[in-house]
């Protein structure tokens, strides 16, 4: 019996899709394509392998079964960072050997999340990467500004964990350019405030594709974004002025 359903994907777009990403931030921000839930069903194994050939520096998924794959698939060349809370991760466990090689970058929530995540840490005995979230108006996880200013102090002053990235969600990048400069500018706050304990490695990352066609103040050092690797918003994209 042979289905009668079937997709065809060209991995050549791709390659298009990320050269229009490209010319839009330009060569000193780093690119991070999104490839949760099996690359959105398309199969994270070609396209994860096709977007770090296109240039992607990083690559994010939500969970850590999904950084499995994803890591297998590039062979655990390009670092994969995880957007669910993580509390634990024990030593058989697959990931542990990205653990060892700086590879699996996690994200720091809040406060108690910062303490489990130092603590597994300590427990492995690795300096672990993580990012920290910081809530400006979209409500998926994260700390609010003066939370994240504290865990972001905390970090640089500790031995287990090192600071390698500090991002927002906007809410509204495609359809509202008051909130999204509003949302910006608590970003920029905790930035600020923190300034002289952020390292040059650590990745400032706010923009997803409609923000990054909106304004290049929004680029920062990387960029993280889903719809455009797959050619969604690339009208928007390539009408905005190259850097």
């Known amino acids: 019996m042979q289905d009668t359903s079937t997709i065809d994907i060209d991995l050549s777009a791709i390659d298009h899709n990320m050269a229009a990403v490209r010319r839009v931030v330009g060569e000193g921000c780093a690119l991070c394509p999104i ?40 062979n655990a060349a390009t670092p994969v960072l995880v957007l669910m809370p993580v509390a634990e991760i024990a030593r058989e466990d697959e990931l542990y050997r990205l653990m060892l090689g700086g590879q699996l970058h996690l994200v720091v929530h ?33 700390a609010l500004p003066d939370e994240a200013v504290r865990i972001i102090r905390r970090i640089s002053s500790g031995r287990f964990l090192r600071l390698r990235g500090v991002f927002a969600h906007f809410s509204h990048s495609r359809t509202d350019p008051v909130v999204t400069a509003r949302q910006m500018e608590r970003y920029e706050c905790v930035v600020e405030s923190c300034r002289e304990v952020m390292s040059h490695e650590v990745y ?32 928007e994209l390539e009408a905005a002025q190259p850097l």
């Not at 994860?48 to 890591?71: F, P």
């Open 110 to 142: 809040d406060e108690a999340n910062l303490e489990a995540l130092e603590a597994c840490a300590r427990t492995l005995g690795v300096e672990l990467p993580v990012h920290v979230e910081v809530v400006v108006g979209m409500s998926r996880g994260g």
């Open 204 to 235: 400032q990352h706010v923009a997803s594709t409609y923000a990054m066609a909106r304004d290049a103040r929004y680029h920062r050092t990387m960029v993280r974004f889903g719809l455009a690797w797959l050619g969604y918003g690339l009208d």
């Open 35 to 74: 490839v949760k839930a099996d690359a959105y069903g398309l199969g994270v194994g070609r396209v994860a392998r096709r977007l770090v050939g296109a240039g992607a520096e990083m690559l994010a998924v939500y969970s850590l079964r999904q950084a499995i794959e994803t890591a297998a698939a590039v």
